[in-house]
C-alpha cells in the first residue's frame, strides 16, 4: 500500500507536534496513516487507501463515520443557531433526561467535555461528599489522563505517579487493588475503609484486555463502599451506552453504583463527558453545594445535540442487536481461528466490543475447544480459563500484536487498535460482509 501522503503529513507533524500526534495512541509504529474522511464502516486516507475501521474513535461512533439524516438535521440546525452561548440550552435538559430515563442510578446529571474531565470531577466530588482523600482504582483501569488515577505500585500499598509532572502527593492518596479480588478489596476495607472517599472501577477493563469481572466481584465492592461510607464511581466512559445498550454495563451487570462517569457516545463523536448519580451527591456541585466544577464548552450545544440524536436513533433502531449479533460472530468466529492456528491466544470482549489478546500462558488448559461462541461468556466451559486479571493480561506478547496490527492486518485493509490492551469497536455500519472479510484477514495473518 502506498502511504506516501501520509508519510509527508507524519514529517510535517513531527516538527509541530510532540510525536506527530496530538494524543500518544495514535503515534503507531512505523508512523500513522492520516485520515481524510471516513465512510460508514471505513476511513480513507490521505492517500486513497481504504479501512475497515474497528477503532471507531476509539469507542464514540456506535453508528460508524455517517451519522443518519435526523442527526446530521439537527447538527446543522444547531450549527444554523451558533455553536454555543455561555447560557444553559434546551438540549442540556433533553439529554439530561434521556440519560436519567434509561439509567436508574443517575437522578442529576452534570456535563463536561472529557472522560478525563469527568473522572477528576467525579473524584472530587467523592471527596468533597465524603471528606475523605484516598481513593482506590483498579491495577490496569484507565480513568484518562488525569493526575489521581495515573499511578503504579503495589496493590494496596501507597501508590507513585506513573507519569513524570505528577506530584507524588497526589498518588499517595491512590490506592490501587486488584480488579477480581474480592479479598484483597475485602482486607483493604477492614484495615482502611474509613478514610477512603470513593472505588472507581471500570465495570469491564476496556482498557486492558476487556477483562469482565467475575460472578459477585461489583457486588462485593457494592457492598463494602456502602457498609464503609465510600461511594461507588463506575467509569463507563467506554462501556456507557456501549456495553447493555441503553443501561449501560451497570445495568447488565446489575450493581447500582452512587457515580458514573460517561462520555464517548453520549456525546455522538464530539468533545464530551458526564458525572451522573443520586442527586443528593450530584447536588454537591456548584453552585447548590461547595465542590467547585465548572467550564466554558461544558454542555456544548453541538457535542449534547449529537449525542442526543445518536442515542434517540439507536433508542428507535434495532442499533444494539445489530451490532452485537456482529460481535457474538466476530468473536466466534476468532475463537474457531484461533483454535485452528493460535490455540494460546484468547479472544475477548462481550457485546460490541472485541479483541485477540496475544496471551502465550492466559489460557492454561489448551485441551477441548471452546463450545460456547465467546471465552467471556460465564457460561462457557472455558470460562475459568480467560484472562480475568492483570497478571494474565501481563504476559501479552504486545510486540507480535504490534506486527499483527500493521503490516499483517493494515496491509489487507483492517484497522485495529494498535495497542494490544485497548478493545476494538463494532458500529452500526458494519455488515456481515464485513466481519467476513475481518476474519479472512485474520486468519491469513495468524
Ligand atoms: N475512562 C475510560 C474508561 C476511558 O476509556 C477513557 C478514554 O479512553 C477515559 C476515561 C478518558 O476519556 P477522554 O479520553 O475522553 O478524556
Redesign the pocket.
Known sequence: MNRERSRNLYDRALSVTPGGVNSPVRAVRPHPFFVKRGDGAHVIDADGNRYLDYVGG??PLLLGHDLPQSVQSALQSQLADGPMYGAPAEVEVELAEFVTRHVPSVEMIRFVN??????ASAVRLARGYTGRDKIVVMQG?????QESTLVQGAAGRTSEPSSSGIPAAFAEETITLPFNDAEAARELFEERGDEIACVMT?PIL??YASVPPVDGYLETLRELTEAHGSLLVF?????GFRIGGLQCAQGKFGVTPDLT?F??IIGGGF?V?AIGGRADIIEQFAPTGNVFQAGTYSGHPLSLTAGLEMLRFAAKNDVYDHVNSLGDELRSGLTDILADRAPEYTVVGQDSMFKVIFTRDGPRDLEGQCEAGCQQNPDCPRFDFCPKDKTDVDRAETERWERLFWPAMLDQGIFLTANQFESQFISYAHTEEDIEETLEAYKKAL
Open positions: 476509539y469507542g472529557s472522560g478525563t474531565e469527568a473522572t483501569g484507565y480513568h484518562g489522563a471500570e476496556g482498557n467509569d463507563e466512559v467506554m462501556t462517569t462520555a464517548k468533545p463527558g
